[in-house]
């Protein structure tokens, strides 16, 4: 991705103005401007999983560069690998010093995760993060020069921080968390430390210049159809559109998080053209269709 083709992209497209003088200018603040553009325009969704998981292991394949670019400037989104490739990507032409880090995903299994690492951002040896592939509120870019714990951060339903523990940095949900903690813990799981959980945890020597062939278990459809439900978020203003399942969440004024559950078919693909509408709706009766097959 050239310089030239990301800033069109970018004014054209997205209409964010002025892309070239904001970056000189205040790279932070751009940044977050774009992290949160990035929410609003391209979901995260595990829909194409479904696609992916139906094949024969030999015949799923890693996108290439080019693909991942398009699937994320269209609007349809993908997977955590997807969408912090494309930022990574988005970046590295806008002259940030960007680096993918992989971190350890310690919710109801482990699983592994995809971040990108901004160093140098505002002062030299300073280190960020920027995660656009959570699919959960990681709206701004986090400095983690903290000693041992960052701010408390509140976006949209959700609190969270980040701390520093035994040589790592986890990230930590409060208030809003969407996952049912285990009674009692799960050891080798589950950290609670008072009302916070891990969510994840990283070391910063795992990021490094990776290559599609090294990031290949961040496509990998590591789970069955039997183990995956239909999920897609994205924050237009800030604001989150939930899907999972049959379940669409959406954010009331007070933060708290509406669930209305849906019926029929026809109402599940009324709630993806109301509030996904990038998404093709071709996608969405495929992935319906093999986790009704698997799991209803």
Not at 118 to 141: A, E, R, Y
Not at 143 to 153: K, R, T
Not at 172 to 195: Q, S, T, V, Y
Request: charged share 25%.
């Amino acid at each position: 991705m050239r310089k030239e083709e990301t800033i069109q992209f970018l004014q054209n497209s997205w209409k964010m103005n002025d892309v070239e003088s904001q970056v000189k200018t205040d790279r932070e603040r751009f940044l977050n401007k774009l992290i949160q553009t990035i929410y609003e325009r391209v979901p995260f969704q595990l829909l194409t999983a479904f696609t992916l998981a139906s094949l024969p292991p030999n015949e799923r394949e890693i996108p290439s560069l080019e693909q991942i670019d398009k699937v994320c400037m269209s609007g349809l989104g993908g997977s955590c690998g997807l969408l912090s490739v494309f930022a990574y990507r988005l970046l590295k032409a806008l002259g940030y010093s960007a680096h993918l880090c992989g971190t350890t995903v310690t919710s109801t299994v482990l699983n592994i995760h995809l971040t990108v690492i901004v160093k140098d951002l505002v002062n030299t040896g300073d280190i960020h993060l920027v995660d656009c592939g959570l699919g959960q509120p990681s709206f701004q870019t986090i400095s983690l020069n903290f000693n041992e714990e960052s701010p408390v951060y509140q976006e949209s339903y959700l609190e969270y921080k980040y701390i520093k523990r035994d040589g790592k940095i986890l990230r930590m949900h409060g208030e809003g968390d969407l996952i049912k903690r285990n009674d009692p813990p799960i050891e080798g799981l589950d950290l609670i430390l008072g009302k916070w959980r891990r969510f994840y945890e990283f070391s910063l020597e795992d990021f490094e210049q990776k290559t599609l062939k090294t990031l290949g278990n961040y496509f990998d459809v590591r789970y069955g159809p039997n183990n995956m439900i239909p999920r897609i978020s994205r924050f237009p203003g800030g604001k989150a559109h939930l899907m999972m399942g049959n379940n669409l969440f959406l954010e009331q004024e007070d933060r708290k998080l509406k669930n209305i559950k849906l019926q029929s078919n026809d109402e599940i693909l009324k709630a993806y053209r109301d509030y996904f509408p990038s998404v093709d709706e071709n996608l969405v009766h495929h992935a319906y269709s093999i986790w009704r097959k698997n799991y209803l």
